[in-house]
Protein backbone atom coordinates (compact mmCIF):
# COMPACT_ATOMS: atom_id res chain seq x y z
CA UNK A 1 0.00 0.00 0.00
CA UNK A 2 0.99 3.49 -0.72
CA UNK A 3 2.16 5.51 2.54
CA UNK A 4 -0.57 8.80 1.39
CA UNK A 5 -3.22 5.85 1.42
CA UNK A 6 -2.44 4.30 4.85
CA UNK A 7 -2.53 8.25 6.37
CA UNK A 8 -5.94 8.49 5.11
CA UNK A 9 -7.22 5.18 6.50
CA UNK A 10 -5.64 6.28 9.74
CA UNK A 11 -7.20 9.26 9.57
CA UNK A 12 -10.64 7.85 8.74
CA UNK A 13 -10.35 5.49 11.49
CA UNK A 14 -9.01 7.20 13.86
CA UNK A 15 -11.68 10.34 13.29
CA UNK A 16 -14.73 7.19 13.56
CA UNK A 17 -13.46 5.44 16.52
CA UNK A 18 -11.97 8.98 18.80
CA UNK A 19 -14.98 9.25 20.35
CA UNK A 20 -14.84 5.69 22.03
CA UNK A 21 -11.58 6.10 22.55
CA UNK A 22 -12.00 9.20 24.69
CA UNK A 23 -15.26 7.81 26.06
CA UNK A 24 -13.48 4.90 27.99
CA UNK A 25 -10.52 6.55 28.55
CA UNK A 26 -12.08 8.89 30.66
CA UNK A 27 -14.31 6.83 32.20
CA UNK A 28 -11.77 4.04 33.10
CA UNK A 29 -9.98 6.72 34.89
CA UNK A 30 -12.72 7.64 37.01
CA UNK A 31 -12.75 3.78 37.84
CA UNK A 32 -8.98 3.17 38.39
CA UNK A 33 -9.45 4.86 42.05
CA UNK A 34 -13.12 3.48 42.52
CA UNK A 35 -15.14 6.41 41.78
CA UNK A 36 -17.89 4.52 40.31
CA UNK A 37 -18.82 2.81 43.63
CA UNK A 38 -20.15 4.07 46.57
CA UNK A 39 -17.58 3.31 49.09
CA UNK A 40 -17.28 4.79 53.17
CA UNK A 41 -18.65 8.33 52.93
CA UNK A 42 -18.54 8.50 49.64
CA UNK A 43 -21.51 7.90 47.04
CA UNK A 44 -20.78 8.78 43.05
CA UNK A 45 -22.67 11.18 40.93
CA UNK A 46 -25.81 8.74 39.08
CA UNK A 47 -23.66 9.81 35.59
CA UNK A 48 -20.90 8.61 36.86
CA UNK A 49 -22.36 5.49 38.02
CA UNK A 50 -24.07 5.18 34.71
CA UNK A 51 -21.26 6.33 32.39
CA UNK A 52 -19.16 3.24 34.50
CA UNK A 53 -22.22 0.47 33.38
CA UNK A 54 -21.75 1.26 29.86
CA UNK A 55 -18.11 1.05 30.10
CA UNK A 56 -18.46 -2.37 31.94
CA UNK A 57 -21.91 -3.85 30.96
CA UNK A 58 -22.81 -1.56 27.63
CA UNK A 59 -25.86 -0.95 29.66
CA UNK A 60 -26.71 2.46 30.95
CA UNK A 61 -28.45 2.30 33.85
CA UNK A 62 -27.58 2.93 37.74
CA UNK A 63 -25.66 0.17 39.65
CA UNK A 64 -27.93 -2.22 41.47
CA UNK A 65 -26.78 -1.69 45.26
CA UNK A 66 -26.29 -4.75 47.69
CA UNK A 67 -28.98 -3.90 50.21
CA UNK A 68 -28.43 -5.56 53.52
CA UNK A 69 -30.74 -8.31 53.94
CA UNK A 70 -32.71 -8.84 57.20
CA UNK A 71 -31.34 -10.49 60.13
CA UNK A 72 -33.29 -13.68 59.57
CA UNK A 73 -31.90 -14.20 55.99
CA UNK A 74 -28.29 -13.23 56.67
CA UNK A 75 -28.84 -15.77 59.30
CA UNK A 76 -30.01 -18.17 57.14
CA UNK A 77 -27.46 -17.87 54.24
CA UNK A 78 -24.73 -18.37 57.16
CA UNK A 79 -26.48 -21.58 57.96
CA UNK A 80 -26.26 -22.79 54.46
CA UNK A 81 -22.79 -21.92 53.74
CA UNK A 82 -21.70 -23.99 56.22
CA UNK A 83 -20.56 -21.57 59.12
CA UNK A 84 -20.34 -18.04 60.11
CA UNK A 85 -20.52 -15.44 57.97
CA UNK A 86 -16.99 -13.71 56.85
CA UNK A 87 -15.37 -11.21 58.94
CA UNK A 88 -15.94 -7.88 57.25
CA UNK A 89 -13.28 -6.80 54.76
CA UNK A 90 -11.01 -3.44 55.43
CA UNK A 91 -11.40 -0.95 52.47
CA UNK A 92 -9.31 -1.45 49.60
CA UNK A 93 -6.91 1.89 50.16
CA UNK A 94 -6.46 0.35 53.40
CA UNK A 95 -5.02 -2.36 52.21
CA UNK A 96 -2.90 -1.67 48.60
CA UNK A 97 0.25 -1.56 48.69
CA UNK A 98 2.58 1.29 46.76
CA UNK A 99 3.19 -0.75 43.63
CA UNK A 100 -0.29 -1.07 43.38
CA UNK A 101 -1.46 3.01 43.95
CA UNK A 102 1.97 4.08 41.68
CA UNK A 103 0.05 1.68 39.04
CA UNK A 104 -3.07 2.99 39.17
CA UNK A 105 -1.42 6.59 39.24
CA UNK A 106 0.44 5.34 36.17
CA UNK A 107 -2.44 4.32 34.47
CA UNK A 108 -4.46 7.79 34.86
CA UNK A 109 -1.52 9.51 33.60
CA UNK A 110 -1.69 7.13 29.96
CA UNK A 111 -5.59 7.52 30.08
CA UNK A 112 -5.52 11.58 29.98
CA UNK A 113 -2.52 11.35 27.51
CA UNK A 114 -4.90 9.15 25.60
CA UNK A 115 -7.52 11.83 25.72
CA UNK A 116 -5.14 14.36 24.86
CA UNK A 117 -3.33 12.38 22.09
CA UNK A 118 -7.17 11.46 20.52
CA UNK A 119 -7.89 15.26 20.77
CA UNK A 120 -4.87 16.55 19.26
CA UNK A 121 -5.33 14.02 16.24
CA UNK A 122 -8.86 15.33 15.90
CA UNK A 123 -7.45 18.86 15.68
CA UNK A 124 -5.46 17.61 13.29
CA UNK A 125 -8.21 16.20 11.27
CA UNK A 126 -10.08 19.05 11.47
CA UNK A 127 -7.06 21.61 10.07
CA UNK A 128 -6.42 19.50 7.12
CA UNK A 129 -7.23 21.17 3.88
CA UNK A 130 -8.56 18.46 2.65
CA UNK A 131 -11.06 16.22 4.11
CA UNK A 132 -12.71 18.44 6.71
CA UNK A 133 -16.60 17.24 6.02
CA UNK A 134 -15.43 13.66 6.07
CA UNK A 135 -13.68 13.12 9.43
CA UNK A 136 -16.81 15.53 10.67
CA UNK A 137 -18.86 12.57 9.16
CA UNK A 138 -16.76 10.21 11.16
CA UNK A 139 -16.81 11.59 14.22
CA UNK A 140 -20.34 12.26 14.19
CA UNK A 141 -21.05 8.66 13.50
CA UNK A 142 -18.71 7.34 15.42
CA UNK A 143 -20.53 9.22 18.69
CA UNK A 144 -23.68 8.75 17.32
CA UNK A 145 -24.21 5.06 16.62
CA UNK A 146 -22.95 3.90 20.60
CA UNK A 147 -25.72 6.03 21.36
CA UNK A 148 -28.42 5.03 19.53
CA UNK A 149 -27.60 1.02 20.32
CA UNK A 150 -27.43 1.66 23.86
CA UNK A 151 -30.99 3.16 23.29
CA UNK A 152 -32.46 0.51 21.36
Same mark, same amino acid.
Given at each position: ?????????????????????????? /??? *??? #?? +??? &?? %??? @????????????????????????????????????????????????????????? /??? *??? #?? +??? &?? %??? @?????????????????????????????????????
Amino acid at each position: MKPLLLRQIHSYLGAFIAPSIIFFAL /TGA *LQL #FS +LHE &AH %GGY @APAAIIEKLARVHKDQVFAPAEHNKPKPEGKQAEDAGKEGGASPAPQQDDDDQMALS /TML *LKW #FF +LVV &AL %GLT @ASTLFGLWIAFTRPRGKAAALWLVAAGAVIPLVLLVV
